[in-house]
């Protein structure tokens, strides 16, 4: 089982509508991230959680917000979903002084 | 602006040849991190160098940090088509939070 898990995998929706990403993790840390990827400018940061209680913004935070429900559930929102938005998505988590793991992605098409 | 500016964006070769990939910036990191990712998979770890001129060896793939903390290098040796993959450098500018520069895809040809 992954340590990291992103859902949904793929997702194709349309412009205005409001749309959850969720991430989950059994590996015991308390930092989550949030990150976009898009083609020629690597991964962004969107939204980074250090505690249960932490939130904060990241390099894209615009037109998302984020949910920490457990110290293992980190989710990202897009209230009003736009084209500009499609994009691969992706959690990661880590332990303080330790690398972040990656889960696999979430591919998100808005039409 | 991309604050870590990575070199070529793309690269194909032949098996047993080897290859550079660059990462430059003008800002000064703590640490920085090589990746390597898989399609349909998220980014895995292949190295942290933290000290200004380190340099570390995984297997075929030398990594060195700048002297002055802001650039590092990634050379691999009679490279093979296991090898290929998107490579992305990453540096840490404190409480853990990461800059990404675009990528380096490379293909390796058999």
């Known amino acids: 089982d992954a340590d990291v898990t992103q859902t949904p995998r793929n997702r194709i929706t349309k412009t205005g509508k409001r749309i959850m990403l969720e991430c989950s993790q059994t590996k015991g840390h308390d930092r989550m991230y949030w990150y976009r990827q898009d083609p020629g400018l690597g991964l962004r940061l969107i939204y980074y959680s250090f505690d249960v209680k932490d939130i904060n913004k990241g390099e894209i935070s615009d037109g998302y917000s984020v949910s920490r429900q457990a110290q293992a559930k980190f989710s990202l929102s897009l209230e009003s979903a736009i084209p500009n938005q499609t994009a691969l998505y992706f959690c990661a988590t880590s332990a303080w002084g330790q690398p972040q793991h990656f889960g696999d992605g979430t591919r998100l098409s808005i039409l | 602006t991309q604050l870590l500016k990575q070199s070529p964006q793309f690269l194909s070769i032949q098996e047993g040849e080897n290859l550079t990939v660059y990462c430059n910036s003008s800002?000064?990191?703590?640490?920085l991190q090589w990746y390597r990712q898989e399609p349909g998979e998220g980014p895995v770890l292949l190295v942290t160098v933290v000290t200004g001129g380190e340099v570390k060896k995984l297997k075929r793939l030398t990594f060195q940090f700048g002297d002055a903390r802001k650039d590092s290098s990634l050379h691999i040796t009679a490279a093979q088509p296991g090898d290929t993959g998107l490579y992305l450098c990453?540096?840490?500018?404190?409480?853990?939070?990461?800059?990404f520069g675009q990528g380096t895809r490379l293909t390796i040809n058999p």
């Open positions: 800002s000064v990191f703590s640490s």
């Open positions: 990453a540096g840490e500018r404190g409480a853990q939070k990461l800059v």
